[in-house]
């Protein structure tokens, strides 16, 4: 999606970021985990989904902005890295129980 003339920057193709990919992932198991563990009828469960929904939307709204503006590029980045941390990361930790900060075996990720 580049502009053969050069005219425009270059934008298009968040589907081979590997932003993209992990946020997609981060979303399907958030799904996966709140289905699972917390009423489907809480608030939680609402605003957990849609953190994770906004990081993949906002990837993918921010490579079409880069077309007209760096700037909203890299706004729109941020607020989804700020989805997918800080909202997604203290809601997952309070709804088992976790203080922020702590390490605990349930949230423990394997290693590869």
């Given at each position: 999606?580049?502009?053969?003339?050069?005219?425009?920057?270059?934008?298009?193709?968040?589907?081979n970021l590997r932003s993209y990919k992990v946020a997609e992932t981060v979303y399907d198991a958030t799904?996966?985990?709140?289905?699972?563990?917390?009423?489907?009828?809480?608030?939680?469960?609402?605003?957990?989904?849609?953190?994770a929904?906004?990081?993949?939307?906002?990837?993918?709204?921010?490579?079409?902005?880069a077309a007209t503006s760096r700037k909203s590029e890299m706004k729109l980045t941020n607020v989804a890295r700020a989805s997918l941390n800080d909202e997604l990361l203290n809601d997952i930790?309070?709804?088992?129980?976790?203080?922020?900060?702590?390490?605990?075996p349930r949230l423990a990720l394997p290693r590869r």
């Open positions: 999606m580049s502009d053969p003339d050069g005219v425009l920057l270059p934008h298009g193709g968040y589907e799904v996966v985990f709140c289905d699972r563990f917390i009423d489907k009828r809480s608030r939680t469960h609402d605003q957990m989904v849609q953190a929904r906004s990081g993949v939307r906002n990837i993918s709204e921010g490579s079409g902005a930790t309070k709804s088992v129980g976790v203080p922020p900060g702590s390490s605990h």
